[in-house]
């Protein structure tokens, strides 16, 4: 009877070492996770931050773009207006 309850305590206590072994690694692998987890996180918030700044960018460019297309409107009416004026003055001059 002794001799059974030695076996069962040294079965037991091989069980808990096995046990804390196997705790000590899924720690390790929580450890693992969590830095994962951290640093893929920390990836996404660089990630929105640039995608931020490139709607940021887009929006000035196309409000430079609409600038220009003023600009370019503005001087091809300019110059229609002087080519008329210089037939106009041609006309005059025949």
Known sequence: RLSSAQTALMLQEETIRRLERERKGLNEKISVLDSSL???EGERRQLRDKVAQLQQSEAKSDQ???AMRAQIENAES???????RKRSLEGDIE
């Open 38 to 40: 951290a640093q893929a």
């Open 64 to 66: 430079e773009k609409e």
């Open 78 to 84: 300019r110059l229609t207006k002087v080519e008329l």
